[in-house]
């Protein structure tokens, strides 16, 4: 039996992805999953990470993102890959290297080398990055609650952005960048024209 095909969607705050990731797993009959939270742990780890009362560095929260991934994929995302199943996730590894590495300062090498122990060989077949410049995401964030990373100032939304980039620009063949300003029908047919490429015969 092949391996079910592992597509994940990143992007800072009100990129749009959770929108993508949900509507790309229904239509393909994948399973939809998210981090962080999508365990009975996570869900726990979830409550403190988003917790505004209750700040902690960001070594702190890369290491409880990390507990979380490391579960998450041992026990949801490889088991149904391994079954032939399709997984579909919203934010995955990358949201480390971008928020604590990138926004948060912590070392990308030691980020990078915490990754491996958490996920393994646990790696997505492409990851689709929703790019949408800082200030499109303020004005869409306006409208929402806001929890403490979504707080963050404009400067951690920037270097966030920027590292995504950065992360997409240096391995072309697991990631694709999808303009995410655009209006809805728009940023779908785009996913769409990527995932068809990536993702044939779904
Ligand atoms: P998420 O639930 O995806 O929120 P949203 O849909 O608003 O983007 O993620 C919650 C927050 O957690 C979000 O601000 C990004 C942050 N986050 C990290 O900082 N590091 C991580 O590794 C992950 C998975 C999320």
């Known amino acids: 039996m092949s391996r079910g095909r592992f597509v994940v969607f990143e992007g800072?705050?009100?990129s749009g992805k959770s929108t993508q990731a949900r509507r790309v797993a229904e239509d393909r009959g994948a399973r939809f999953t998210f981090e962080p939270g999508d365990t009975p742990l996570g869900a726990d780890l979830r409550r403190w990470l988003l917790d505004a009362?209750?700040?902690m560095s960001p070594v702190t929260e890369s290491l409880l993102m990390l507990a979380d991934r490391s579960h998450h994929a041992?026990?949801?995302i490889e088991p149904e890959l391994a079954a032939g199943r399709p997984v579909v996730s919203d934010r995955y590894w990358a949201s480390s290297i971008a928020y604590q590495g990138y926004g948060?300062?912590?070392?990308?090498?030691?980020?990078?080398?915490?990754?491996?122990?958490?996920?393994?060989?646990?790696?997505?077949?492409v990851t689709v990055l929703l790019d949408v410049p800082v200030e499109v995401a303020d004005e869409?964030?306006?409208?929402?609650?806001?929890?403490?990373?979504?707080?963050?100032d404009v400067a951690f939304?920037?270097?966030?952005?920027?590292?995504?980039?950065?992360?997409?620009?240096?391995?072309?063949?697991?990631?694709?960048?999808?303009?995410?300003?655009?209006?809805?029908?728009?940023?779908?047919a785009a996913v769409?024209?990527?995932?068809a490429e990536v993702w044939p015969g779904a």
């Open 74 to 76: 041992a026990t949801v």
């Open 12 to 14: 800072i705050d009100a």
């Open 192 to 195: 769409d024209a990527v995932l």
């Open 53 to 55: 009362s209750a700040p």
């Open 140 to 152: 869409r964030r306006l409208r929402d609650h806001r929890d403490r990373f979504e707080s963050a």
């Open 157 to 188: 939304h920037e270097r966030v952005r920027a590292g995504y980039l950065e992360l997409a620009a240096a391995d072309p063949a697991h990631w694709r960048v999808v303009n995410g300003a655009d209006d809805l029908a728009t940023v779908c």
């Open 104 to 125: 948060g300062g912590v070392d990308l090498a030691l980020l990078h080398a915490a990754t491996e122990l958490a996920i393994g060989d646990c790696r997505p077949d």
